[in-house]
């Protein structure tokens, strides 16, 4: 069920189940909710809670998507017109919208890797992030901050591989806090080359 479908009153319900069932995964873990308790948190019908989301798979859908449409959102506002800079309001939107939901996205954070139920999305993300990328390439070559002859698609592929493992990473070490930090210090080591000359 498409969201920009739906009526005003079934997208308050909507998002009064999705805010229901977020507050307990945050606050009980995902494996201990049923859709019987997010119904009850949401005070509503089991039914309309299906209707809305036939699966709890499909809230945490939602929940990946809206996450990354958060910091995607945030990083293109703030973003300062150049490569590094730009890399950095990224990194920093990423850590702030990881903090704002750390409880949930500890849950589903596994779940978007290789053929995970959140695959799916992951792909749509990253897809997102390699025009975001592939863009502020651009602008780097542009300002005379990336070599000309740089291939912007595989680099860009290559700086996702770093967020993505940075992300990762950041939920396995207990790290969120630090992850603007940690993004930052990976990519200026790619940035400026291994080599010495």
């Known amino acids: 069920m498409q969201t920009e479908r739906l009526g005003r009153r079934a997208r308050k319900t909507r998002e009064e189940i999705y805010t229901a069932a977020m507050d307990l995964f945050a606050r009980r873990g995902v494996s201990n909710v049923s859709m019987q308790d997010i119904a009850d948190q949401a005070e509503t019908a089991r039914s309309t809670v299906f209707l809305h989301y036939p699966q709890k798979q499909a809230l945490l859908s939602d929940f990946f998507m809206r996450f990354a449409d958060r910091a995607l959102a945030t990083a293109r506002l703030k973003n300062p017109g150049d490569f590094r800079g730009g890399m950095t309001v990224l990194f920093q939107a990423i850590q702030e919208e990881s903090l704002r939901v750390e409880p949930v ?61 940075t992300n990762q990473d950041s939920i396995k070490y207990d790290r969120v806090a630090y992850l603007a930090e940690d993004h930052q210090r990976r990519f200026d080591m790619l940035f400026r080359g291994l080599g010495t000359g």
Not at 113 to 119: M, Q, R, S
Not at 126 to 143: K, P, T, Y
Request: with cysteine.
């Open 105 to 165: 996205l500890r849950e589903v954070a596994g779940m978007a890797l290789g053929n995970g139920p959140l695959a799916e999305e992951e792909a749509a993300v990253d897809s997102e992030l390699l025009v975001l990328i592939a863009d502020l390439l651009h602008l780097g070559v542009q300002a005379g901050e990336v070599h000309s002859d740089t291939d912007i698609s595989e680099a860009a592929k290559l700086i996702l591989c770093v967020i993505t493992e």
